[in-house]
């Protein structure tokens, strides 16, 4: 089974500019979750998607935004984009919810510069 | 305050060497508390998950196990692949239903040959 595929690996961006980001999840799993990491925060969870809905949120500004699609691959935008976004964004995807467990995807790299 | 604590923050041990990472929790609502193995520049592996204090499971040289405040995840004779930073991560539920996982900052893991 295909694990979690997330594109681009890696992205450099410019403060102000906007960036979206892609995640296609296991085969079969429903849930799809997004985390920002940086080393002084570590793993910070942004949203959850679940059959297309926004399930849950964490704390981050608004221009954090997400959607999920019909076959469950996910989009993560970010906005006016800022130095401090610079970090590992993860997807990770669950059968049902996070209560199951997560498998993750490698990640996408971004800085802004 | 829901919060997860992991120490040490970094570990070194010699190949062979016996160890224990620990995982301090307070998160209500309580489900299930994860175990995750990242290497630089990937997404975390899922390791574990644990339901239930007194409850244990094994993978290779790791035994996890879990009482009502904390988990512990126990390295018996590591080998230098084993270098890693483990994290640990409570999920539950809150009062609205919404799903919540909150991960440790995570031990850094290093085994010398």
């Known amino acids: 089974k295909a694990g979690v595929t997330q594109t681009p690996r890696y992205l450099i961006k410019t403060r102000g500019q906007q960036v979206t980001l892609s995640c296609s999840p296991i085969?079969?799993?429903?849930?799809v979750s997004w985390y920002q990491q940086t080393p002084g925060q570590g793993l910070q969870f942004l949203f959850e998607?679940?059959?297309?809905?926004?399930?849950n949120k964490g704390n981050f500004p608004g221009r954090f935004s997400g959607r999920q699609f019909s076959n469950s691959r996910s989009e993560m935008n970010v906005s006016t984009l800022e130095l401090g976004d610079s970090a590992l964004y993860l997807c990770a995807s669950s059968l049902l919810d996070g209560y199951n467990e997560q498998f993750f995807g490698p990640g996408t790299r971004l800085t802004v510069l | 305050e829901d919060q997860v604590t992991q120490s040490p923050e970094a570990l070194r041990l010699q190949e062979g060497e016996s160890s224990s990472l620990n995982c301090s929790y307070t998160?209500?609502?309580?489900?299930?508390l994860f175990w995750y193995r990242q290497d630089p520049g990937k997404g975390p592996e899922f390791l574990f998950t644990l339901y239930s204090a007194g409850e244990e499971k094994e993978k290779e040289r790791l035994k996890a196990t879990l009482t009502k405040k904390e988990s512990f995840l126990h390295i018996t004779a590591p080998k230098p692949e084993d270098s890693a930073t483990y994290l640990c991560?409570?999920?539950?539920?809150?009062?609205?239903?919404?799903?919540?996982?909150?991960f440790g900052s995570g031990t850094r893991l290093l085994v010398r040959p």
């Open positions: 998607y679940f059959s297309e809905t926004q399930r």
């Open positions: 998160v209500s609502g309580l489900r299930g």
């Open positions: 085969s079969g799993h429903r849930s």
């Open positions: 991560a409570g999920g539950g539920y809150r009062g609205d239903s919404s799903y919540k996982l909150i």
